[in-house]
Structures are given as structure tokens and as C-alpha cells.
């Protein structure tokens, strides 16, 4: 064989095996990025339904907080109304006539025990006079007496003996009423 034959063997043999691990290396090569594809489209995949479930959760939280947010202004909006129901049923006291609200005002007296003294605030004054703390007196046979000085208050009265003051101010009234009344309103109003 000659030189040239020889060199043309070693060559066509070198191309023969540069082909062999070129085409080895091309199938790895494809291996590689077939595997590295599905990994990428499993990847994709679970970061899709990850997002999603981010998105629903947070829709449901935002859900949740808007239905919170909405049942506070609600209550608030019926606390307020039954504020004005009791602030209104306050003031219809405090606006009564005179010869009314010396009824109650006496009504209210009927509290009062022996050696009490009556306070009444400066909107009573011209309504409730000593001479009717008197009369009344005299007619329950029990011995009462009408302060000098006025009480701090706005409506109704106060009896003060034995070291027990007795509050039947208007202000006292309403709220023992709420008190009282505030749920059966409430589940009428907002039935």
C-alpha cells in the first residue's frame, strides 16, 4: 500500500470515527435537551397551576376581607340609626308640655323614700316648684325636700338620701331602656 493510500485510510478512518462521535454526540445532545424541554414544560406546568392557586387564594382573602369590611359598615350604619331611634326618643321627652312632663316628673317621684332630697336640673325649675315637692310630699305622708342647687343634667331627676343617690335623669332612663329594648328594636328594624 502506498503512502497516499495509507494517509487516505487514516484519514477516511478518522472521518468515520469523527462521524460516529459526532453523531453520539448529537444524540446525547438531543437526549439532553429533550429532557431539559420536558423539565422546562413540567416546570412551566406546575408554576401555572402554582399561580393559579396564588390568584384564587388571594381572590378569597380579598373576598373575605371585602364581606368583613361590608358586615362592619352594616353594623356600624344600624348602630348609628339606633343611636338616633334613642337620641330621638330623648329628645321627645325633653320637648313634652309642661303639664306632661310634671306628670312624669311626679311619676317619678314615687321612688323617692322619707328624708330625700329632690334635684332637679334648670330646665325644671319653672316645672317642678317646691310647692309641688310639698304637696307631693304631703300626700305620700313622707317627708321631702327640693335642693337649692340644680343638678348637672338635662331632663328627669335625682333623689338624694341616706347616702344612696337614686338617678332618674332622662339620660339614665334611655339607657336602662336601650338596655332593655336595644335587640327586640334592632330585629325590627333590620328584619
Same mark, same amino acid.
Not at 14 to 37: M, Q, S, V
Not at 108 to 119: F, P, T
Given at each position: 500500500?502506498?503512502?497516499?493510500?495509507?494517509?487516505?485510510?487514516?484519514?477516511?478512518?478518522?472521518?468515520?470515527?469523527?462521524?460516529?462521535?459526532?453523531?453520539?454526540?448529537?444524540?446525547?445532545?438531543?437526549?439532553?435537551?429533550?429532557?431539559?424541554?420536558?423539565?422546562?414544560?413540567?416546570?412551566?406546568?406546575?408554576?401555572?397551576?402554582?399561580?393559579?392557586?396564588?390568584?384564587?387564594?388571594?381572590? &378569597?382573602?380579598? @373576598?373575605?376581607?371585602? $364581606?368583613?369590611?361590608?358586615? *362592619? /359598615?352594616? %353594623?356600624?350604619?344600624?348602630?348609628?340609626?339606633? #343611636?338616633?331611634?334613642?337620641?330621638?326618643?330623648?329628645?321627645?321627652?325633653?320637648?313634652?308640655?309642661?303639664?306632661?312632663?310634671?306628670?312624669?316628673?311626679?311619676?317619678?317621684?314615687?321612688?323617692?323614700?322619707?328624708?330625700?332630697?329632690?334635684?332637679?336640673?334648670?330646665?325644671?325649675?319653672?316645672?317642678?316648684?317646691? &310647692?309641688?315637692? @310639698?304637696?307631693?310630699? $304631703?300626700?305620700?305622708?313622707? *317627708? /321631702?325636700? %327640693?335642693?337649692?342647687?340644680?343638678?348637672?343634667? #338635662?331632663?328627669?331627676?335625682?333623689?338624694?338620701?341616706?347616702?344612696?343617690?337614686?338617678?332618674?335623669?332622662?339620660?339614665?332612663?334611655?339607657?336602662?331602656?336601650?338596655?332593655?329594648?336595644?335587640?327586640?328594636?334592632?330585629?325590627?328594624?333590620?328584619?
Amino acid at each position: 500500500m502506498s503512502k497516499e493510500a495509507i494517509i487516505e485510510k487514516i484519514v477516511s478512518d478518522g472521518r468515520k470515527k469523527a462521524d460516529a462521535i459526532l453523531g453520539e454526540a448529537r444524540e446525547k445532545a438531543d437526549e439532553i435537551l429533550a429532557e431539559t424541554a420536558s423539565e422546562c414544560k413540567a416546570y412551566y406546568d406546575q408554576s401555572v397551576y402554582d399561580t393559579g392557586k396564588l390568584v384564587d387564594d388571594i381572590l &378569597s382573602r380579598g @373576598k373575605t376581607v371585602a $364581606e368583613l369590611d361590608a358586615k *362592619k /359598615l352594616q %353594623l356600624g350604619a344600624r348602630a348609628k340609626i339606633l #343611636d338616633e331611634v334613642y337620641s330621638n326618643a330623648l329628645e321627645k321627652l325633653r320637648a313634652l308640655d309642661k303639664k306632661k312632663y310634671k306628670n312624669l316628673l311626679l311619676k317619678m317621684l314615687d321612688n323617692a323614700e322619707d328624708g330625700d332630697v329632690v334635684i332637679i336640673s334648670e330646665r325644671e325649675k319653672s316645672i317642678l316648684t317646691a &310647692s309641688d315637692v @310639698k304637696e307631693f310630699s $304631703e300626700k305620700k305622708k313622707i *317627708k /321631702l325636700s %327640693l335642693a337649692k342647687e340644680f343638678g348637672d343634667f #338635662d331632663g328627669g331627676l335625682m333623689l338624694r338620701g341616706n347616702g344612696i343617690d337614686k338617678n332618674f335623669t332622662f339620660d339614665v332612663e334611655i339607657a336602662m331602656l336601650r338596655e332593655e329594648t336595644e335587640m327586640n328594636i334592632a330585629k325590627e328594624l333590620f328584619a
